[in-house]
């Protein structure tokens, strides 16, 4: 039968066995009106008063939103926002792209992320993660650092946090706080944040919100300079919005969380010898670094000794800027990585990236279908795909003409588990 990955921004059509099992949850269609439906959440918030309402004509106003890596309908959302605080002059405005560690965007991006109107208008900036002339200290962090944050966003009389909820391979779920914490943080905080001890913890997995260490941080630093409205959506495979939370931080947050967690989690009888995944598509395929979410995806319900194969088109390589492929390049086996990783001594941002990837290695072999060359592939210690059923016939040597086969077409947007 053929089943269509999300790959790219066309997707990616592949012949598979008849007897896998498709792993995706239930369709939501798009909101018809989604625009009205944002306007709708922000005149009637969740635990807050209607947003213009809170906001003075003479306030300055900061906008968090996520880099070009995440698919937010940002070229919706802040029109919309602006448009509801039309008493409040633009050059009160400044929109600040989360980077993260991620690299900066140029203009064009910009206009491609949020529309002409919005770049020719506005102030943008992106945030500088080893700029301390740009950041400012706001306190302590009961997880061993200082607490360093966009200063602009610091400043600002008003913080809106936009962006959008899915499961998250660490964080449990993504959107909410984590446009702050680490969007516009600087990198000493960021640093602990991704630490080997937070991102190897049992409980920093998908869909988990209990006593999740990198949940439970992202809001303490939340909390220490709380954004004073969230504007969230979700998506669909389509990347339309499907539904929209506003209002109070944690409170809009968690029944985004709450909504996602039922569409997403999608429960399986037992693991798979073989489990095919993409990356969701453009824009979180764009490099192999992103790419890590959909193995950790496939993880889940791979068995040990069990082969992954992930399509992630890569356009933008593996990619050039950060530490992620010059981790590889410190060891020789996945396990070699890990140990070096686990060193309280070792400390190299992007290595928490490496660290999930190294862990979903040293359970099940990973093959890559992507636009990279083999000796990039290979550099990361994964395996070259050029053609995913050619693949799936080779990997019949190992594991037998009836190998079990699951796929995820949609990538980390859904979330399989066995109940082990």
Not at 66 to 84: E, G, Y
Not at 291 to 309: C, T
Not at 331 to 343: F, K, R
Request: charged share 20%.
């Amino acid at each position: 039968m053929e089943t269509t990955l999300l790959y790219g921004k066309n997707g990616l059509t592949v012949n598979i066995p008849d007897h896998a099992f498709i792993v995706e949850p239930n369709h939501l269609p798009g909101l018809d009106h989604d625009e009205e439906a944002i306007k709708a959440a922000l005149n009637n918030p969740i635990g807050t008063p209607p947003l213009r309402e809170m906001v003075k004509s003479t306030d300055t106003v900061a906008i968090v939103i996520s880099d070009i890596t995440r698919p937010t309908p940002n070229h919706k959302l802040v029109p919309i926002l602006i448009q509801t605080l039309d008493h409040v002059p633009l050059e009160n405005f400044v929109i600040i792209n989360g980077t993260g560690t991620h690299r900066d965007q140029t203009k064009e991006e910009f206009v491609q992320m949020l529309g002409e109107w919005v770049v020719d208008n506005v102030r943008i900036i992106n945030n500088q993660c080893h700029d301390k002339e740009t950041l400012v200290n706001i306190g302590k962090s009961k997880f061993g650092c200082d607490v360093y944050l966009n200063k602009e966003y610091v400043e600002a009389d008003f913080r809106i946090v936009t962006g959008f909820i899915e499961p998250h391979f660490f964080a449990g779920f993504s959107g909410g706080p984590k446009g702050i914490m680490p969007g516009i943080a600087g990198i000493e905080t960021i640093m602990t944040f991704h630490n080997a001890r937070m991102i190897g913890d049992a409980r920093s997995t998908w869909g988990n919100m209990v006593d999740n260490p990198v949940q439970e941080m992202t809001r303490e630093i939340n909390r220490m300079c709380k954004p004073s409205f969230m504007l969230n959506v979700t998506l669909n495979r389509e990347k339309e919005i499907t539904a929209v939370f506003a209002g109070e931080l944690y409170e809009a947050h968690d029944k985004g969380c709450a909504f996602v967690k039922e569409h997403a989690m999608i429960r399986c009888e037992e693991r798979f010898d073989v489990v095919i995944t993409s990356n969701s598509g453009y824009p979180l395929d764009q490099n192999l670094y992103q790419a890590v979410k959909g193995m950790s995806a496939a993880h889940k319900i791979v068995k040990e000794g069990g082969a992954i194969i992930v399509a992630s088109e890569c356009s933008d390589g593996l990619p050039s800027h950060g530490n992620y492929s010059k981790i590889f390049e410190l060891a020789e086996s996945p396990q070699a990585l890990l140990d070096l990783i686990n060193d309280p001594n070792f400390k190299m941002f992007d290595q928490w990236q490496v660290q999930k990837q190294a862990v979903t290695q040293v359970w099940a072999d990973i093959h890559v279908f992507s636009q990279l060359s083999d000796e990039q592939v290979l550099g990361t210690m994964l395996k070259p795909s050029h053609n995913i059923e050619q693949t799936l016939e080779e990997l019949k040597q190992t594991y037998g003409e009836n190998m079990s086969i699951a796929v995820l077409p949609l990538g980390p947007l859904t979330i399989p588990y066995v109940e082990e």
